[in-house]
């Protein structure tokens, strides 16, 4: 049968960084769920059905990855897909700490459910989504932040947004 883990997060977008750490849970597990949560608690750039569909293509070429979103408890959706370790990516000793905390709080609740974090390759340490997506919306370089796909994605995005809100003429004077 085989060790499934889930790589659970936002995923708001899917980042190098995050698919450094699914490839590296894949080369280790049987198999790798890429678990995205439909309802983190930060607003989102993109539907639960965008992020799954970025996963989905960023880990295209992963034989034994999938992705699937996800809802309520982490250690219940483990339990519901046969999942008996759930992995988290570290960056800097910054991640320890959070990481630390849930990976307990996920003991507490589910003590059978073992939590591996993996170190990320030094290339994509300093990225985050939300930093990435900062990036993008001003009009930075997206070269080795996420896949192409993703950047695209996200400038149709902001685009997007900024047509939806266009400024006030009063604000304007
Ligand atoms: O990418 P993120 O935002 O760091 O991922 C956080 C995530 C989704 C892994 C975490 O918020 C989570 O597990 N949410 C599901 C609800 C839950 O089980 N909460 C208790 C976690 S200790």
Not at 149 to 159: G, H, N, S
Request: with cysteine.
């Amino acid at each position: 049968m085989g060790t499934t883990a889930i790589y659970p997060g936002s995923f708001d977008p899917v980042t190098l960084g995050h698919i450094d750490i699914a490839r590296r849970a894949a080369a280790i597990f049987d198999k790798v769920i890429l678990a995205i949560y439909d309802t983190p608690a930060k607003s989102l750039v993109f539907s639960t059905a965008e992020r799954v569909a970025m996963g989905e293509r960023a880990i295209s070429d992963v034989p034994n990855a999938r992705v699937q979103a996800f809802h309520g408890l982490l250690v219940d959706f483990a339990r519901e897909v046969g999942a008996k370790v759930i992995v988290r990516g570290l960056r800097a000793v910054s991640d320890f700490e959070v990481e630390t905390q849930m990976a307990l709080m996920n003991r507490q609740l589910s003590p059978e459910i073992e939590v591996v974090c993996l170190v990320t390759s030094l290339n994509y340490s300093y990225l985050s989504a939300s930093l990435i997506k900062e990036v993008i919306k001003l009009g930075g370089p997206s070269e080795g932040l996420v896949p192409d796909f993703v950047a695209e994605a996200l400038r149709l995005k902001f685009t997007a947004q900024a047509e939806a809100a266009p400024v006030p003429r009063w604000l304007t004077g």
